[in-house]
């Protein structure tokens, strides 16, 4: 059953339209993100939903009904947000802050019940904030004042969260805990959540629905594996010269365009942050020979300058052995990831033999011994200063 929707709604300012025919159903518990570029209109239809912005055309409803001319405080039971702008009068302590979340449930003198009383102190529990509790609000931190604001939003327990932003500010683990504590409400509580989130790579985690938006249109709106995608990512954001790999949740910088000197062995993860440190340094090379399922594939397809590739699970075939023999003998340097040299590897032990026969140089970062010429180094720091005075 549908709980929440949208229809042909058109939201903007005046006689500015900055986001048409905007459709949404969402059921009860669903978690809705709303992504897009910097401008899109991310907050401004959060802000028409929450009724603090007039909408140009079209209807909100809650099971059916829809949501204009309703009460202030009706409307504060419906729906509890979490907006960037943390407005709160000066003088007040966080405690106070959370409090004014029970305002719809008060009566006319505003006097907290124990329930009321009990409520505000599980929603400080939820977002961690009993440390902050008899704080200044004013006096928080950003990221400490959004928890603070967050807790506000719970404790109001309507059943249509809005929240715009909510883990901007936020630290690592605060954001992880944030999204968790969301996802908890929408699947124990039935809590429906609408939200714009910017972090690319969090939204197929925490949403049910997704709304992707660009020039005054949503572009693609259904389930994140529908619609978050390499390619409709790279459109929206105008990601030229980039690239976002929704698998991983992982964006790269362009690849520099020098001509390569170097062959990197990579796998099973080794590589990835050698590739990083070489691309920096401006340093560019082949890498191989990388299975398709290994995660240095993803970031050497991106950075270098080609990649020898395998299939999965399959010995490394004697024509990719070759290729990438070709090129070692074009190369100054071959780097050794560490990667193991056994089983379906045993190709790029292959290499490192070959490289080591023909006198190419060969620097290491292989803990273990070798019965090759080689150069050990203990960090990728040392090994690519020797590759810099190297080439
Ligand atoms: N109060 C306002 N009056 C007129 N135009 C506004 C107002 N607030 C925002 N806009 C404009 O509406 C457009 C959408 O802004 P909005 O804040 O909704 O984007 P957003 O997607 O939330 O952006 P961001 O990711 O940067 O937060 C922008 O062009 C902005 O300049």
């Known amino acids: 059953m549908i709980f929440f929707s949208t229809r042909d709604l058109n939201v903007g300012y005046g006689q500015r339209t900055v986001v048409k025919d905007i459709n949404m159903d969402l059921k009860r518990g669903e978690i809705l993100c709303l992504l897009g570029p910097n401008g899109c209109g991310k907050s401004t239809i959060l802000k028409t939903i929450i009724d603090h912005i007039k909408r140009l055309h079209g209807s909100i409803t809650v099971l059916g009904r829809d949501l204009e001319g309703s009460s202030l405080k009706d409307r504060a039971k419906e729906m509890s947000i979490v907006l960037t702008e943390k407005i709160a009068p000066n003088m007040m302590i966080a405690e106070e802050v959370v409090a004014t979340g029970r305002y719809p449930y008060t009566n006319y003198f505003g006097k907290l019940t124990k329930r009321d009383w009990q409520v505000i102190d599980e929603a400080i529990d939820i977002v961690d904030g009993q440390c902050l509790r008899y704080k200044e609000f004013k006096a928080l931190s950003d990221g400490e004042k959004q928890r603070i604001m967050i807790a506000r939003a719970i404790c109001q327990e309507a059943d249509i969260m809005v929240l715009d932003e909510p883990t901007s500010y936020l630290d690592i683990r605060f954001k992880v805990d944030l999204l968790n504590v969301l996802a908890r409400l929408s699947l124990e509580k039935s809590k429906t959540i609408i939200m714009s989130l910017h972090e690319i790579d969090l939204v197929p985690k925490i949403a049910d629905k997704v709304m992707l938006i660009k020039d005054g249109e949503i572009y693609r709106y259904g389930t994140p594996e529908d619609v978050i995608t390499d390619e409709s990512i790279k459109r929206v954001y105008g990601l030229n010269g980039y690239s976002y790999n929704t698998t991983i949740g992982n964006i790269e910088l362009s690849r520099n365009e020098n001509s390569p000197k170097v062959f990197v062995i990579g796998g099973g993860g080794k590589a990835t942050k050698i590739y990083r440190a070489l691309n920096k340094k401006g340093i560019g090379f082949y890498s191989g020979i990388l299975f398709k399922n290994d995660i240095d594939y993803n970031i050497s397809k991106i950075l270098a300058y080609e990649t020898i590739e395998e299939e999965g699970f399959i010995d490394i075939g004697y024509d990719k052995v070759d290729k990438a023999k070709r090129y070692i003998e ?62």
């Open 330 to 391: 074009n190369c100054q340097a071959v780097v050794d990831s560490g990667v193991s040299l056994k089983g379906i590897n045993r190709g790029n032990y292959e290499l490192l033999r070959f490289a080591s026969q023909e006198g190419v140089k060969i620097l290491s970062l292989r803990e273990e011994e070798m019965d090759l010429d080689v150069i050990k180094h203990f960090s990728i720091s040392s090994l690519l200063n020797q590759l810099v005075d190297m080439i």
